[in-house]
């Protein structure tokens, strides 16, 4: 496939990058090399090959899916900020934290 710096101009103004001459004639040389190798990787005889979907046969160690810790919620919403107005009192409701209303 070739390709021409019209081509490279015409590419870019898609990807909304701003190319001039000089880098549309150095964009055109690297893609040009890109698109001859893969030209290359497409000629090579393939058949009897099983595709792989990675170069070493490996397999991930798996754990049990277990539950390793317990529910902390109510231990760490007594960390949340005080309500405000006086009161000391943690500001959660129904195991929700309440955060100061930003939108009206």
């Known amino acids: 496939m070739s390709l021409s710096t019209t081509d490279i101009k015409r590419i870019a103004?898609?990807?909304?990058?701003?190319?001039?001459?000089t880098e549309a004639e150095a964009t055109l040389v690297k893609l040009t090399g890109i698109l001859g190798l893969i030209e290359q990787m497409q000629a090579v005889d393939t058949t009897g090959v099983t595709p792989?979907?990675?170069?070493?046969?490996?397999?991930?160690?798996?754990?049990?899916?277990?539950?390793?810790?317990?529910?902390?919620?109510?231990?760490?919403?007594k960390n949340a900020p005080p309500v405000g107005n006086g009161s000391a009192e943690p500001a959660v409701e129904k195991g929700l934290y309440l955060v100061p209303k930003v939108i009206e």
């Open 13 to 21: 103004h898609l990807a909304r990058i701003e190319v001039n001459d």
């Open 52 to 77: 792989m979907s990675h170069s070493q046969d490996v397999s991930q160690r798996l754990r049990e899916d277990v539950v390793t810790e317990t529910d902390q919620r109510t231990l760490f919403q």
